[in-house]
């Protein structure tokens, strides 16, 4: 029994205040009426599963002390019943939605009366989970400056191992009917204290503090370990039970939200209401916040490849276009030297078009390319040249009127592009064989545009080059997103993953075109990179490494290391560079400059392989 649900003290006062009214009254039929006609109180209101039993209905004098007050974004306060039921699945806290700004404070003895809802964060087609709330109240202060319902400890003891029960298959895969089970299953804990006054002590750091005044911190700090302080997400199975997100409720401009990046500490106590959230789900919204302690990370240097390793690096730099500051510019330049030593090859994914989001049909990207070579070469690094199939415009995807699309930089001092018969956005290269040589018909040139897979997506954008006499092909990638995919919160268990349906599809379509490469030669180098937008256990990985045709390297590094991305505290993979199996030996570095921080240039960190041919 946790230590903010005093249940039997509840109980004990309960049953004294029965029997007391039964005696006066001469029988035991009174002391039981008596009890039925009990106001309603917020466990009632929140019930044993997600959805509250008094959904809809009305509700008239709720008692409870307020724990927080909003007084920006979805306005309200929370309160929280003081004298507990004996059961742990039934939360005391409450949300009670204001519209407006409201008159009430912390410490504040209420009754409240208004109107019980499920309010779904995001709306009902997110698959987010609903919060449930008062609405249109009217707020009775009973009395001020009372003490606090005790916090909930939030913690490795009292956070379950497990993440979810599966959700009913008749109710369409959803766990709202189920009932609550917060000793076993870690979502249904969260939901247990849904509005309740909950605390967490000092934590790690596993999501660096964001634009939107948020960050992430494990209370499990054994869970899934990355080497650099995070918590690795290494399967559909590992949603890591320990992550929450630590919002403030105070304004911005009276206390701006600390900067942390992975690997710090928010040490102290960190106290506020739980609340559910459009972006991540369970949210302790600090009412008192703890101080943050600097770790020891540091943006990560790649070793410079060897006179006779080829080093060919992914970099998704972000919606790049000339509009963007110089700074930009110098700061992924100063990357693209410093942190990547100056690849030989360079596959950039979201390079955008000249003028950037402004959508006039411009799709060449001959401007942000020149100013971002510069950067580089002012910055120490090679006179990159490059080569890239400009989209048709507002066909792939991405910012509209931005046209990102993917580009190879190289350095001419170490590497040659073979140029043939360079494509258009429409145009498919293909894989012949003369004179005993494999070759593309064109490159640069596009893997299969027409193909349905790839409708508002990027195409891939494949090309030769030649290394000390040797060919390789490199195939520059930038699958479909996952916009539309439900969190890992969602009300739906499984989530539902919609997105992976294209990806498949166009993971299928790459590694068809790798087997006609590797049909007319087995031994060709082959390497397939970029932004794949997927896990390296997931079936797209699966689909583009299928028949031995790709190894995803990423797999050669501890599984500690894996990882080019942050979200929601989730250390994962969607940045990749996968192998044909001829290249046998390699060396691989997800470099991490930027998912871990605060600070970013991009989102995504850079991936690096080098070998020889």
Known sequence: MRSSHPRSAAVAALVATALATGLLAGSADAAEGAASADPVRIHDIQGTTRISPLNGKQVSDVEGIVTGVRTYGSRGFWIQDPDADDNDATSEGVFVFTSSVPTVAVGDAVKVSGTVGEYVPGGVNSGNQSVTQISKPTVTVVSSGNALPEAAAVNEYTVPAEYTPAGDPAAGGSIN???????????????????????????????????????????????????????????????NTGRLKIQQLAPLAQQPFPVAN?????????????????????????????????????????????????????????????????????????AVVE??????????????????????????????????????????????????????????????????????????????????????????????????????????????????????????????????????????????????????TSHHQ?????????????????????????????NANVLVLGDINDFEFSATTDALA??????????????????SYVYQGN??????????????????????????????NSDHDPQVLRFRP
């Open 177 to 239: 009917g189920l009932a609550l089970d917060p000793s076993r299953y870690a979502l249904d804990f969260y939901e247990s204290l849904e509005g309740m006054n909950v605390r967490i002590g000092t934590s790690r750091v596993v999501g660096a503090t964001s634009p939107h005044a948020e960050l992430w911190v494990t209370v499990k700090g054994w869970e899934n370990t990355a080497r650099r302080g995070g918590t690795v997400y290494g399967s559909y199975e590992s949603q």
């Open 571 to 600: 250390a994962q993979v969607l940045d990749q560079i996968l192998t044909s199996p001829a290249i046998k030996k390699f060396t691989y570095d997800s470099v991490h400059i930027n998912a871990e921080f605060a600070a970013q």
């Open 262 to 334: 992975v690997g710090d500490k928010l040490t102290g106590t960190t106290e506020g209401p739980m609340d559910f959230n459009q972006f991540g789900g369970y949210t302790l919204v600090a009412r008192t916040l703890g101080t943050v302690k600097a770790g020891t990370i540091a943006p990560e240097k790649t070793k410079p490849q060897a006179a006779q390793e080829l080093a060919v690096a992914t970099y998704n730099v972000e919606n790049l276009d000339p509009t963007d500051p110089q700074e930009k510019f110098d700061a992924l330049a100063k």
């Open 339 to 488: 942190n990547l030593a100056s690849p030989d090859i360079l596959a950039l994914e979201e390079i955008q078009d000249d003028n950037g989001a402004k959508n006039d049909g411009t799709v060449s990207a001959e401007q942000t390319l020149t100013k971002f070579t510069a950067a580089i070469a002012a910055a120490g690094g090679p006179a990159y040249q490059w080569r890239t199939v400009d989209p048709e415009d507002k066909k792939d995807g991405g910012q509209p009127g931005g046209n990102i699309r993917q580009v190879f930089l190289f350095n001419p001092a170490r590497v040659s592009f073979t140029e043939r018969a360079p494509g258009d956005a429409v145009t498919a290269t293909d894989v012949v064989k003369e004179n005993g040589k494999t070759h593309l018909t064109h490159s640069p040139g596009r893997v299969d545009p027409a193909n349905p897979a790839w409708a508002d997506s990027r195409k891939p954008l494949a090309g030769e080059f030649v290394f000390r006499g040797k060919t390789v092909f490199v195939i520059a990638n930038h699958f479909g997103s996952k916009g539309g995919d439900e969190g890992l």
């Open 494 to 522: 499984p989530p539902l993953r919609s997105s992976e349906a294209q990806r498949l599809l166009q993971a299928q379509a790459v590694n068809g075109f790798v087997k006609q490469i590797l049909a007319q030669d087995k």
């Open 546 to 563: 299928d028949g031995g045709a790709l190894y995803p390297a990423i797999k050669s590094l501890p599984k500690s290391e894996r990882y």
